[in-house]
């Protein structure tokens, strides 16, 4: 009898642990599903998966000091482009962009300070935002000494790596509520041209 109280008291204890939701996966920035690992079988492909399983595409996340704290969060295409001369991170609508300006199409690895006005020799970078999805031009840009952004070279791949970025409004658009500083944070991999 004692033996089918345990029998029945495990059971019922693995079915109540079954039976509750599971807690959610850790949000993480490196969430992406990896490009296909074909260097063994095609070693001159440049098909893999980069940092993070970041392969030409990254993250956007930012959020506005305003009372309706209006945020930014995309995954998107991560590419040189050589007007504006920047490294860009542009919304699926391209309404939506992120520029990473070091003054070089190849800035060399490093920690970069978040500037005004980008300077490879001095390792700082020009970050910017800029948002015409609301029929107006909205636009946040860094000032001297507004964070750091990490960049590094891992497999052929440049990494890029911000958080907290302090940004201010410069866009015309910019009135009211949306004259607020931002917080803007990014991650991403590209393989240099």
Known sequence: MQRSLVLAASLLACALSHAQPAPAAADTWSNVPPASDDRFTNPKSKLYAGPNGWHNFGEVRAEVANAAKTRYAFKTGLTYLTTPKAFVFASNSQTQVVEVDFGTDRPAPGTYEASAKPDPAQKKVRVSLGDAS???????????????????????????????????????????????PMSLGFEGAAVPE
Do not use: H, I
């Open 134 to 180: 609301g029929g107006k031009l909205l636009g946040w840009q860094s000032a001297d000494k507004a964070g750091t952004v990490t960049l590094s070279k891992v497999n052929g791949y440049l990494y890029f790596s911000a958080r907290n970025l302090r940004l201010g409004p410069v866009g015309m658009g910019n009135t009211g509520d949306l004259k607020q």
